[in-house]
């Protein structure tokens, strides 16, 4: 039986779907409420992965993991939790997961649980899987939370356990519109007018779902992979975005000065709406900075794979948004 944390989730919901066409029987775990989607061999299950009792449950005949599940949040009243979650329920699932005998386990961790390469003559250098992790002032919550998770892997690997960690870029894709990355295409429908030149990886959820299936069903363990389509700007995405939503696309570039005013300015505006931040200070100081990311080592793994062009996810999110709206 294989078993998928976050089913419920945005990246989960696409796996689901990946898992659906297999003939193995699949448990998902979501935390409160139950979905109301599903297969004829998937079976959900109410788990809380900081209880310890339910995780050791929920591994019941298991026999491999899809680790997705994890807090993703840009407001800082919540980043304490965010960290201390997204860790400890880590720990607990691969603990648990020794105790039961699991035959492999894929855990997804991000390109922001990845070191920050040194520049090199001022320029960003390349950032590959053997970047090493540096506590600087400017690491978001979210990248501290995926790096500690992280790190409670490859502890369990050292133990035993046989495992494999994917890094995925910003992922995009169709899916609960006022979370997570998704949440990107409603403030590009919105025209939000600000743009930024900061470059970072991007990559299609139906691509990192794909690739999580590849390395299970490999020989692969103890290595991580950067799942990547590419290193674009912010103005890029939101650009391709906009013109496959059919609005107007971001006109202002905010600079480093502005991002600080654009990004207070949004915190005031939620707060007295009551909503989830969208763009926080961290969030806002990534988007002016230039990260470059290495594909290559997944690909070298694995050469027939090809990645979706970015246009086609536009117009594919652009279609979802308009069906659901």
């Known amino acids: 039986?294989?078993?998928?944390?976050?089913?419920?989730?945005?990246?989960?919901?696409?796996?689901?779907?990946?898992?659906?066409?297999?003939?193995?029987?699949?448990?998902?775990?979501?935390?409160?409420?139950?979905?109301?989607?599903?297969?004829?061999?998937?079976?959900?299950?109410?788990?809380?992965?900081?209880?310890?009792?339910?995780?050791?449950?929920?591994?019941?005949?298991?026999?491999?993991?899809?680790?997705?599940?994890?807090?993703?949040?840009?407001?800082?009243?919540?980043?304490?939790?965010?960290?201390?979650?997204?860790?400890?329920?880590?720990?607990?699932?691969?603990?648990?997961?020794?105790?039961?005998?699991?035959?492999?386990?894929?855990?997804?961790?991000?390109?922001?649980?990845?070191?920050?390469?040194?520049?090199?003559?001022?320029?960003?250098?390349?950032?590959?899987?053997?970047?090493?992790?540096?506590?600087?002032?400017?690491?978001?919550?979210?990248?501290?939370?995926?790096?500690?998770a992280e790190m409670e892997v490859w502890r369990a690997m050292a133990e035993g356990l046989n495992a494999v960690i994917l890094n995925p870029g910003i992922i995009l894709g169709e899916g609960d519109w006022s979370k997570g990355s998704a949440r990107l295409v409603q403030i590009v429908y919105d025209e939000f007018p600000w743009f930024t030149r900061g470059v970072n990886s991007w990559v299609d959820v139906k691509d990192v779902a794909a690739a999580m299936v590849r390395l299970m069903n490999s020989g692969i363990s103890e290595e991580r992979f950067i799942i990547s389509n590419g290193n674009f700007s912010y103005k890029e995405i939101f650009t391709g975005l906009a013109r496959a939503l059919k609005r107007k696309p971001p006109f202002k570039e905010a600079t480093p000065w502005m991002s600080e005013i654009v990004w207070r300015a949004e915190v005031l505006k939620s707060r007295l709406a009551g909503k989830e931040i969208t763009i926080s200070k961290a969030s806002a100081r990534t988007a002016q900075t230039r990260y470059y990311y290495d594909n290559g080592k997944f690909l070298r793994q694995f050469p027939d794979f090809q990645y979706r062009d970015l246009e086609d996810t536009f117009e594919r999110i652009a279609a979802a948004f308009r069906k659901r709206h």
């Not at 070191?115 to 970047?131: K, M, Y």
């Open 1 to 148: 039986m294989i078993l998928v944390t976050g089913a419920s989730g945005f990246l989960g919901q696409h796996l689901l779907q990946v898992l659906a066409q297999q003939p193995v029987p699949v448990r998902g775990l979501y935390h409160s409420r139950k979905p109301d989607f599903g297969f004829a061999h998937l079976d959900w299950m109410s788990c809380d992965l900081l209880d310890v009792f339910a995780v050791e449950e929920a591994l019941r005949d298991v026999t491999h993991v899809y680790h997705c599940a994890a807090i993703v949040s840009f407001d800082p009243a919540k980043s304490g939790r965010m960290i201390q979650e997204n860790a400890a329920g880590t720990a607990n699932l691969v603990n648990a997961a020794l105790e039961a005998g699991i035959q492999k386990l894929v855990h997804v961790s991000s390109v922001a649980a990845l070191g920050r390469a040194a520049a090199v003559n001022g320029e960003p250098a390349l950032i590959s899987e053997d970047t090493h992790w540096e506590e600087r002032k400017n690491n978001s919550a979210y990248a501290e939370s995926k790096y500690l």
